[in-house]
Protein backbone atom coordinates (compact mmCIF):
# COMPACT_ATOMS: atom_id res chain seq x y z
CA UNK A 1 0.00 0.00 0.00
CA UNK A 2 1.21 3.25 -0.76
CA UNK A 3 1.77 5.56 2.12
CA UNK A 4 3.28 8.20 0.93
CA UNK A 5 1.07 11.31 1.78
CA UNK A 6 -0.26 12.68 -1.25
CA UNK A 7 0.62 16.08 -1.47
CA UNK A 8 -1.70 19.34 0.12
CA UNK A 9 -3.60 20.67 -2.94
CA UNK A 10 -1.67 24.22 -2.95
CA UNK A 11 -4.95 26.14 -3.16
CA UNK A 12 -5.90 24.48 0.23
CA UNK A 13 -3.10 25.25 1.82
CA UNK A 14 -3.36 29.10 1.14
CA UNK A 15 -6.83 28.21 1.98
CA UNK A 16 -5.77 26.98 5.84
CA UNK A 17 -2.80 29.42 6.20
CA UNK A 18 -2.99 30.17 9.17
CA UNK A 19 -3.21 33.68 10.10
CA UNK A 20 -1.80 35.81 12.79
CA UNK A 21 -3.25 35.01 16.38
CA UNK A 22 -5.33 37.89 17.19
CA UNK A 23 -7.33 38.68 20.27
CA UNK A 24 -11.03 39.13 20.22
CA UNK A 25 -11.69 42.98 19.52
CA UNK A 26 -13.27 43.83 22.89
CA UNK A 27 -10.62 41.32 24.88
CA UNK A 28 -7.90 43.79 22.96
CA UNK A 29 -9.81 47.04 24.02
CA UNK A 30 -9.55 45.92 27.31
CA UNK A 31 -6.11 45.18 27.15
CA UNK A 32 -5.53 48.88 25.60
CA UNK A 33 -7.61 50.18 28.13
CA UNK A 34 -5.73 48.40 31.50
CA UNK A 35 -2.88 49.50 30.10
CA UNK A 36 -4.10 53.17 29.62
CA UNK A 37 -5.68 53.17 32.58
CA UNK A 38 -2.58 51.43 34.58
CA UNK A 39 -0.39 54.38 33.01
CA UNK A 40 -2.55 57.12 34.33
CA UNK A 41 -2.77 55.92 37.63
CA UNK A 42 1.06 55.34 37.72
CA UNK A 43 1.40 58.87 36.58
CA UNK A 44 -1.31 60.65 39.00
CA UNK A 45 0.22 58.64 41.72
CA UNK A 46 4.01 59.94 40.68
CA UNK A 47 2.95 63.68 40.37
CA UNK A 48 0.30 63.73 43.09
CA UNK A 49 2.81 62.58 46.10
CA UNK A 50 4.46 65.74 47.00
CA UNK A 51 4.77 69.25 46.28
CA UNK A 52 8.74 70.77 47.39
CA UNK A 53 10.00 74.14 46.74
CA UNK A 54 12.68 76.66 48.00
CA UNK A 55 11.58 79.78 48.51
CA UNK A 56 12.39 83.28 50.59
CA UNK A 57 10.37 86.31 51.20
CA UNK A 58 12.01 90.16 50.01
CA UNK A 59 11.99 92.44 53.00
CA UNK A 60 11.30 95.73 52.01
CA UNK A 61 13.31 97.43 54.78
CA UNK A 62 16.24 95.44 55.18
CA UNK A 63 16.15 95.59 51.15
CA UNK A 64 17.03 91.61 51.11
CA UNK A 65 16.14 88.37 51.00
CA UNK A 66 15.00 86.80 54.12
CA UNK A 67 13.39 83.61 55.42
CA UNK A 68 15.16 81.97 53.14
CA UNK A 69 13.72 78.29 53.13
CA UNK A 70 12.86 74.94 51.50
CA UNK A 71 9.25 73.62 52.09
CA UNK A 72 8.10 70.45 51.17
CA UNK A 73 4.66 68.97 51.72
CA UNK A 74 1.59 66.48 50.29
CA UNK A 75 0.63 67.96 46.90
CA UNK A 76 -2.69 67.49 48.14
CA UNK A 77 -2.33 70.28 50.56
CA UNK A 78 -1.33 72.63 48.46
CA UNK A 79 -2.74 76.12 49.44
CA UNK A 80 -4.76 78.88 47.44
CA UNK A 81 -1.49 80.70 47.57
CA UNK A 82 0.60 78.51 46.33
CA UNK A 83 -1.40 78.05 43.23
CA UNK A 84 -2.07 80.73 40.52
CA UNK A 85 -6.04 80.51 40.33
CA UNK A 86 -6.04 81.45 36.23
CA UNK A 87 -3.26 79.29 34.99
CA UNK A 88 -3.39 76.15 37.51
CA UNK A 89 0.30 76.72 37.68
CA UNK A 90 2.00 75.74 41.53
CA UNK A 91 5.08 76.63 42.77
CA UNK A 92 6.24 73.20 43.22
CA UNK A 93 8.92 71.74 41.71
CA UNK A 94 7.08 68.53 40.29
CA UNK A 95 4.76 71.48 38.12
CA UNK A 96 8.06 72.51 36.41
CA UNK A 97 9.72 71.74 33.14
CA UNK A 98 13.34 71.79 32.96
CA UNK A 99 14.14 73.59 29.38
CA UNK A 100 17.47 73.09 27.84
CA UNK A 101 19.01 75.10 25.08
CA UNK A 102 22.26 75.92 23.33
CA UNK A 103 24.61 78.09 25.10
CA UNK A 104 21.90 79.17 27.81
CA UNK A 105 22.08 78.11 31.36
CA UNK A 106 18.55 75.71 31.48
CA UNK A 107 15.79 76.94 33.22
CA UNK A 108 12.68 75.34 34.48
CA UNK A 109 9.07 76.62 33.54
CA UNK A 110 5.41 75.69 34.28
CA UNK A 111 4.14 71.79 32.43
CA UNK A 112 1.64 74.13 30.96
CA UNK A 113 3.83 76.84 28.89
CA UNK A 114 7.11 74.89 28.52
CA UNK A 115 7.02 73.45 25.02
CA UNK A 116 5.22 76.49 23.69
CA UNK A 117 7.92 78.69 25.21
CA UNK A 118 11.15 76.01 24.25
CA UNK A 119 9.84 76.72 20.71
CA UNK A 120 9.61 80.39 20.31
CA UNK A 121 12.84 80.46 21.95
CA UNK A 122 14.72 78.25 19.98
CA UNK A 123 12.82 80.41 16.76
CA UNK A 124 14.37 83.62 17.95
CA UNK A 125 17.72 82.07 18.26
CA UNK A 126 17.54 80.48 14.95
CA UNK A 127 16.52 83.94 13.03
CA UNK A 128 19.98 85.19 14.96
CA UNK A 129 18.24 86.95 17.92
CA UNK A 130 21.06 87.00 21.03
CA UNK A 131 19.81 85.40 23.97
CA UNK A 132 21.94 84.64 26.52
CA UNK A 133 20.49 84.33 29.59
CA UNK A 134 17.20 83.47 30.51
CA UNK A 135 15.37 83.29 33.74
CA UNK A 136 11.88 81.64 34.27
CA UNK A 137 10.66 79.55 37.35
CA UNK A 138 12.28 80.82 40.77
CA UNK A 139 9.86 80.99 43.86
CA UNK A 140 10.07 84.05 46.11
CA UNK A 141 7.34 86.51 47.79
CA UNK A 142 8.66 89.47 46.38
CA UNK A 143 5.04 91.03 45.43
CA UNK A 144 1.96 92.70 47.33
CA UNK A 145 1.38 94.67 50.77
CA UNK A 146 4.07 94.40 53.46
CA UNK A 147 3.10 93.25 56.67
CA UNK A 148 4.68 95.29 59.67
CA UNK A 149 8.72 93.79 59.48
CA UNK A 150 8.38 95.14 55.79
CA UNK A 151 8.23 91.38 54.47
CA UNK A 152 6.39 90.85 51.16
CA UNK A 153 2.96 88.94 51.45
CA UNK A 154 2.55 87.40 48.00
CA UNK A 155 4.19 84.97 45.26
CA UNK A 156 5.83 86.53 42.28
CA UNK A 157 4.67 85.19 38.76
CA UNK A 158 7.98 83.58 38.58
CA UNK A 159 7.13 81.52 41.65
CA UNK A 160 4.71 79.17 39.40
CA UNK A 161 6.94 79.30 36.89
CA UNK A 162 4.39 81.46 34.78
CA UNK A 163 7.05 84.63 33.51
CA UNK A 164 10.30 84.75 31.75
CA UNK A 165 13.11 86.94 32.12
CA UNK A 166 15.41 87.80 28.67
CA UNK A 167 18.94 89.48 29.37
CA UNK A 168 18.56 90.77 32.14
CA UNK A 169 22.31 92.30 31.75
CA UNK A 170 20.68 94.13 28.76
CA UNK A 171 16.89 94.54 29.71
CA UNK A 172 16.94 96.22 33.54
CA UNK A 173 14.39 96.91 36.19
CA UNK A 174 13.43 100.62 36.61
CA UNK A 175 11.62 102.77 39.15
CA UNK A 176 10.33 106.25 39.52
CA UNK A 177 9.68 105.48 35.42
CA UNK A 178 6.01 106.47 34.28
CA UNK A 179 7.55 107.38 30.78
CA UNK A 180 11.20 106.24 29.74
CA UNK A 181 13.46 108.65 30.06
CA UNK A 182 16.93 109.22 31.71
CA UNK A 183 15.48 109.84 34.76
CA UNK A 184 14.27 106.62 35.63
CA UNK A 185 16.20 104.95 38.06
CA UNK A 186 17.93 101.18 37.12
CA UNK A 187 17.27 99.21 40.49
CA UNK A 188 18.09 95.65 38.76
CA UNK A 189 19.77 94.12 35.80
CA UNK A 190 21.63 96.00 33.29
CA UNK A 191 20.56 99.52 31.20
CA UNK A 192 17.78 99.18 28.52
CA UNK A 193 19.38 100.39 25.13
CA UNK A 194 16.96 99.57 22.42
CA UNK A 195 18.71 99.84 18.97
CA UNK A 196 22.58 100.21 20.21
CA UNK A 197 22.19 96.92 22.27
CA UNK A 198 21.06 94.09 20.44
CA UNK A 199 20.17 92.22 23.83
CA UNK A 200 17.89 94.61 24.62
CA UNK A 201 14.10 94.46 23.86
CA UNK A 202 12.93 96.49 20.95
CA UNK A 203 9.20 97.81 21.20
CA UNK A 204 8.22 96.03 18.03
CA UNK A 205 11.38 93.62 17.72
CA UNK A 206 10.59 90.08 17.31
CA UNK A 207 10.62 88.88 20.67
CA UNK A 208 8.47 91.50 22.12
CA UNK A 209 5.96 91.08 19.25
CA UNK A 210 5.80 87.31 19.39
CA UNK A 211 5.13 86.87 23.64
CA UNK A 212 2.67 89.18 23.03
CA UNK A 213 1.00 87.22 19.70
CA UNK A 214 0.88 84.63 22.21
CA UNK A 215 -0.99 86.19 24.57
CA UNK A 216 2.35 87.54 27.03
CA UNK A 217 2.32 90.77 28.76
CA UNK A 218 5.73 92.54 28.48
CA UNK A 219 7.34 94.10 31.70
CA UNK A 220 7.99 97.02 29.37
CA UNK A 221 4.63 98.45 29.34
CA UNK A 222 3.78 98.22 32.80
CA UNK A 223 1.39 100.78 33.43
CA UNK A 224 2.87 103.05 36.45
CA UNK A 225 6.11 103.31 38.30
CA UNK A 226 8.36 100.34 36.57
CA UNK A 227 9.59 99.01 33.92
CA UNK A 228 10.69 95.87 33.62
CA UNK A 229 12.09 95.09 30.48
CA UNK A 230 13.37 91.45 30.42
CA UNK A 231 10.22 90.24 32.20
CA UNK A 232 7.25 88.74 30.13
CA UNK A 233 4.40 87.22 31.86
CA UNK A 234 1.32 85.26 31.10
CA UNK A 235 -1.13 86.98 33.72
CA UNK A 236 0.16 90.16 34.08
CA UNK A 237 3.02 91.94 35.66
ZN1 LIG B 1 10.68 88.83 35.76
Known amino acids: MNTRTKAFPRNMLNKYKLKPCRDNPMIHFLKTAGILLWLLMATQAFAA ?102 NRTQFSNHSYGIAIDINPKHNGLYDQCIEFTDDCRLIRGGPWQPGQD ?32 MHFSITGY
Open 49 to 150: ETCSYNTYTWNTQQKKAVQLQKVIHAYADITTDERDAITGCTVCIEDQVLITLPAIKPFYMCNVFASKVQNMLETFIRSGEQIEEVTGYRVGKTRGDTDIYG
Open 198 to 229: PKSMQINGQIVSTFKDHGYLWGGEIKGQQKDF
